[in-house]
C-alpha cells in the first residue's frame, strides 16, 4: 500500500484566536467551520513587576487559581475560509460540548455542558452541571436557544436531517426529536445498559445509520455461565423500543461507527474494541489500562453473524475511529512504548478491514476525516495539512 504524501494547505490556521488550537474543525474546499472548547487567556506579568523575577507571575489572581481558570472556559462556533480567517459567532460558558451540522452547513446544533468547579462537592460526588442546547438555521451566523432541562446532560447529537435526531446524554439515557428539537420524546434504554447508584453511566459507543437506525453499545460483566461480554442493541426510528443486535464477548467497545451510504442500501457497522476485561481502578490500581485493539465487523440485517478482522499490534493505544467510503478504514493510535514522546499513528485499511497499514504522524492536534471524500486533516503547530486514502 502507498502511503498518500501530506499537503500543505495553511501555515496560519486559527491562528489569531488565543488560547491557541484548532478546535474540532470541519472543511469543505476553502471553507471551514469548528466548534473549540477553550481555556481563559492567562497573561504574565513583566519581570519588573514580579515578586520574584525568576518565576512567571499571572497577571490577575484568579490566573493562578483551578477552579477559577475552569469556570472561565469557553465555547465557540467559528465560520470563515482556509485563506481568509475564521469569525466566531457562537460564544457561550462551558467545559464541554457537542455538536452536529448538516450536509450543507446550513443547520447546526450546539449542546454546552458547565459546572461551577468553585462550589463545594455534595455529598454523592455528583456536582451539578448545567446543560443548553443551541440551533442555527442560517449556517451558524444567528443561534436560537431551545428547551431543554438543564439537569440532563448531552454528551452526543446525532441527526438524520435537520429536523429529526437523537441526543444522548447521562444514564445513560436517549432522546428523540422530529420537529428540529423544539421537542422531544425520551426513549427508554436496555435496562442492562444502565446500573443503579451510577447516574451518570454512559453507552460505551453510540452510531445513528443512514437508515436511522440507532445503535448502542455497552458492556455486561459475567454472570454464573453467562461470559463478559459487550452488547450491541439497535433502534429503529419508527419504533420505541431497543433490541438486540449483536454480541462480542470478551471484549470492550471503545467506538461505533457504521458506513455512510443512500438511506436504503445495505451497509456495514464496525466495533473497535479493547480486548480482555476494562480497567478495574479500585481493585488493580497498577492496571494501566492498555489492552490489545481489534476490529469487528457486520452487516445491517436481521440476525446477522460478526467477524473479527483483525487484530492491532499490542504496543498501541487506540484513540480514535473513521469509516470513509470504498472498504477504507482508518483507526487512529499512539505508540508510547519507545523513547521520547509518544508517536501517533493512522492504521489504514482499503479492503473493509482485511489488510492494515501504519503511517507514523509523529505528534499531532487531529482535526477529522471527511468520509465523503475519504480526505484526511492533520494540524501541526499553525500548520494544516490534508492527504487522501
Not at 57 to 73: D, V
Not at 175 to 204: C, H, M, Q, Y
Not at 376 to 384: F, R, S
Request: hydrophobic content about 30%; overall charge negative; aromatic content about 12%.
Amino acid at each position: 500500500m502507498t502511503t498518500p504524501a501530506w499537503q500543505t494547505i495553511s501555515t496560519t490556521f486559527m491562528k489569531n484566536d488565543k488560547p491557541y488550537g484548532g478546535g474540532d474543525s470541519r472543511i469543505n474546499g476553502n471553507e471551514v467551520i469548528s466548534l473549540k472548547v477553550s481555556d481563559p487567556v492567562i497573561t504574565f506579568k513583566p519581570v519588573n513587576q514580579r515578586k520574584d523575577p525568576e518565576y512567571a507571575e499571572p497577571t490577575e489572581a484568579w490566573m493562578s487559581n483551578t477552579a477559577e481558570t475552569l469556570n472561565r472556559n469557553t465555547v465557540s462556533f467559528f465560520r470563515g475560509t482556509i485563506d481568509g480567517g475564521l469569525k466566531r459567532s457562537f460564544l457561550q460558558s462551558g467545559q464541554n460540548a457537542a455538536w452536529w451540522y448538516s450536509k450543507d452547513w446550513s443547520t447546526q446544533y450546539i449542546s454546552t455542558e458547565w459546572m461551577d468547579y468553585k462550589a463545594p462537592e455534595p455529598a454523592n460526588r455528583l456536582s451539578p452541571q448545567i446543560t443548553k442546547l443551541w440551533r442555527s438555521r442560517d449556517g451558524g451566523r444567528n443561534w436560537t436557544q431551545l428547551r431543554w432541562p438543564e439537569d440532563q446532560n448531552i454528551g452526543q447529537l446525532l441527526f438524520l436531517d435537520s429536523e429529526r435526531g437523537y441526543a444522548v446524554g447521562w444514564g445513560p439515557r436517549v432522546w428523540r426529536t422530529v420537529n428540529g428539537g423544539n421537542t422531544w420524546k425520551e426513549i427508554g434504554v436496555p435496562l442492562l445498559a444502565t446500573e443503579p447508584g451510577n447516574p451518570r453511566k454512559t453507552f460505551n459507543g453510540v452510531d445513528l445509520g443512514s437508515d436511522g437506525t440507532l445503535r448502542v453499545a455497552y458492556y455486561l460483566d459475567a454472570i454464573g455461565k453467562t461470559p463478559a461480554e459487550s452488547v450491541v442493541d439497535r433502534l429503529k426510528w419508527d419504533s420505541d423500543a431497543f433490541e438486540r443486535e449483536v454480541v462480542l464477548p470478551d471484549q470492550v467497545i471503545a467506538y461505533l461507527q457504521s458506513e455512510q451510504v443512500e438511506p436504503d442500501a445495505r451497509y456495514s457497522v464496525y466495533a473497535l474494541s479493547r480486548l480482555g476485561l476494562p480497567r478495574d481502578f479500585i481493585n488493580h490500581p497498577e492496571d494501566n489500562g492498555h489492552r490489545t485493539g481489534a476490529i469487528s465487523t457486520w452487516p445491517n440485517q436481521k440476525q446477522p453473524a460478526v467477524e473479527q478482522k483483525h487484530t492491532f499490534d499490542e504496543r498501541l493505544m487506540l484513540d480514535g475511529f473513521s469509516v470513509g467510503r470504498r472498504g477504507v478504514l482508518l483507526v487512529y493510535a499512539t505508540d508510547a512504548t519507545g523513547n521520547g514522546a509518544p508517536r501517533d499513528f493512522t492504521l489504514v485499511s482499503r479492503d473493509y478491514g482485511k489488510s492494515w497499514d501504519e503511517t507514523d504522524d509523529g505528534i499531532t492536534q487531529g482535526v477529522y476525516f471527511d468520509p465523503a471524500t475519504n480526505t484526511q486533516y492533520g494540524l501541526y503547530g499553525y500548520t494544516l495539512k490534508k492527504r487522501s486514502w
